[in-house]
């Protein structure tokens, strides 16, 4: 598949993910929260230079933590407890 078949794939994707997220009646916000347009402006400007993107500074800093100092399974306990009201 060529690059800009990628690119055109990978741009409609975004686009049917984010009708998506609209139509979603979100109960609260989590802290750093990107807008759809923001994360898509991130993910295709590093589209093709990186394997992985991780848009935010909170995304960031909540990966590192997830994934380098605490265990798997207290991650995820953790991930579930804040997250299971947002949606």
């Known amino acids: 598949m060529k690059r800009i078949d990628r690119m055109r794939l990978t741009k409609h994707a975004l686009v049917w993910y984010f009708i998506g997220y609209n139509k979603a009646q979100h109960t609260k916000t989590a802290p750093g929260t990107l807008t759809p347009?923001?994360?898509?402006?991130?993910?295709?400007n590093a589209l093709g230079r990186k394997p992985t993107i991780i848009p935010g500074f909170t995304n960031k800093l909540a990966y590192f933590i997830m994934n380098r100092i605490v265990p798997r399974t207290w991650a995820i306990a953790l991930m579930n407890k804040n997250t299971k009201d947002l949606s």
């Open 37 to 44: 347009e923001e994360v898509a402006n991130i993910s295709l």
